[in-house]
């Protein structure tokens, strides 16, 4: 995206938010690159021969996107932290719909890690991710939303920050913890005991 493009996506989407239906129109172009890109991230690194497609994964999102309603769009964070948990919950149902079919067959992997590119951590399986994730939720709903915004939303720190009104510091810190929370949880049954 272009640098002035956050601003336009954000007066396209409170345009929207006011019954302007031409804004959606115009918004669709602009963050449809970014939506292809999130996707490519998170299928790339699925099994070959996967039948879930990026463009398939983008046009889902948009479709549930269009269908909310009762959103009030404050920003393009907003929109993004929104079709984050979108997109983790189209990939997860799949990843179930796959699984239950296969009776147990390999399900959907990503990499924990592949947002922030640093060293690879070991593949996490997106259900057993999801998992954690709502289980860390249970107990810091704030760490469990940074690495859905992160990872899912492609977010930045800068923009994670924002959208959730906490400092940067607290961002980093929150997601250091997460993610070494989410390590331990998603590697402990491959632990020698």
């Known amino acids: 995206m272009s640098p002035s493009s956050p601003h336009e996506v954000t007066q396209l989407l409170l345009a929207w938010n006011n019954g302007d239906q031409d804004a959606l129109t ?8 970014e939506l292809r890109r ?8 699925e099994r070959p021969g996967h039948t879930l497609q990026p463009t398939e ?4 999102a948009f ?7 009762v959103v009030e769009w404050k920003n ?8 984050a948990q979108l997109m983790r919950h189209i990939l997860v149902d799949h990843a179930r719909r796959r699984q239950a079919m296969k009776h147990g067959g390999e399900a959907v992997r990503v990499s924990l890690v592949e947002a922030e590119n640093v060293a690879p951590i070991r593949q996490a399986c997106i259900i057993e991710l999801d ?18 915004l992160k990872f899912f939303g492609g977010l930045s720190e800068e923009e994670i920050s924002e959208l959730l009104d ?8 929150d997601w250091n913890l997460a993610r070494s929370w989410l390590y331990r949880q998603l590697n402990k049954d491959r632990q020698p005991t």
């Open 76 to 83: 393009r964070s907003h929109f993004f932290g929104i079709t």
């Open 57 to 60: 994964l983008v046009n889902e």
């Open 26 to 33: 115009k918004l669709a172009p602009l963050v449809e690159t």
């Open 166 to 173: 906490i400092s940067l510091r607290t961002v980093q810190r």
């Open 63 to 69: 479709i549930k996107l269009i269908d909310v309603t």
């Open 38 to 45: 999130l996707a490519k991230v998170y299928l790339a690194q």
């Open 131 to 148: 998992d954690a994730l709502s289980e860390l939720a249970r107990f810091d709903e704030r760490k469990s939303r940074i690495v859905e």
